[in-house]
């Protein structure tokens, strides 16, 4: 098992690509704490995973500085330290910038760039205390190309792209490497915040239609998917590997 009595966190872990990464990791022998703002969500993934002690949970909002910093903490308290975080929490935010809601703006920031930025300045202080870990962010697709859809977003990913090339330098001497997996559209419940915001079903249809004409593949790509990508990054079997955005994408950034 690639990840046996590693200590992980993962954020957003209630449902999804987070939740998928839960039960992967635990999958592959690791403990792990599932943090989440939705706490009937997180009783209902130990219920359901039924993993005993080697899952626990902590409710956090990551979209304030005080809950990204605390679930880290709280996190380490609760697992004995922390190996590895997968920084997974993010949302669409606005749809354009003209009349912008500056209200929306910053809680789009708060959650998609200022959360990853504290949890990674919270959790290096815990890694150097074991010996080193692996830090893995999610971006997205519209972290390495624009989106005309949610040019908020995509700013705010473009810029986890950086932070993670900057901090992969500055963490290396402690044994810590920092990686972010780059999702494209994706069959989970956020992608109608990207697809369908505004529009009428029949519209949010035609969009994503549109979005899969770009994609080599063909298709959406599945939360497992893309855990196992923050797994491989997060393993010794990427080893070497820091600094990297990774596109899990069916080919959409080829072009």
């Known amino acids: 098992m690639r990840m046996k009595d590693k200590l992980v966190m993962v954020t957003a872990a209630a449902s999804g690509m987070g939740r998928a990464g839960v039960e992967l990791f635990l999958a592959e022998g690791a403990r792990v704490c599932a943090v989440d703002v939705d706490a009937a969500g997180l009783a209902a993934l130990v219920r359901q995973l039924d993993a005993g002690d080697r899952l626990v949970t902590v409710e956090a909002d990551l979209s304030t500085a005080g809950g990204a910093r605390g679930s880290v903490d709280a996190a380490a308290e609760k697992l004995g330290g922390i190996d590895v975080l997968w920084a997974h929490a993010g949302a669409p935010g606005p749809g354009g910038i003209e009349d912008l809601d500056i209200d929306a703006w910053q809680r789009a920031v708060a959650l998609n760039l200022q959360s990853a930025t504290l949890a990674a300045g919270q959790v290096i202080g815990h890694m150097r205390k074991r010996g080193g870990g692996a830090i893995v962010f999610t971006a997205s697709v519209s972290g390495m190309v624009g989106s005309m859809w949610a040019p908020v977003y995509s700013s705010c990913k473009f810029a986890v792209v950086g932070l993670t090339k900057s901090l992969a330098q500055t963490f290396a001497p402690d044994n810590v490497r920092v990686n972010v997996v780059c999702p494209g559209l994706a069959d989970t419940p956020m992608k109608t915040g990207f697809t369908g915001r505004g529009v009428s079903a029949e519209v949010a249809a035609e969009n994503e239609a549109r979005m899969m004409t770009l994609v080599p593949m063909g298709r959406l790509v599945r939360p497992d998917e893309v855990a196992k990508a923050a797994l491989w990054l997060a393993?010794?079997?990427?080893?070497?590997?820091?600094?990297?955005?990774?596109?899990?994408d069916g080919g959409f950034t080829c072009r």
């Open 235 to 248: 393993s010794e079997d990427a080893s070497f590997v820091t600094g990297i955005a990774l596109p899990v």
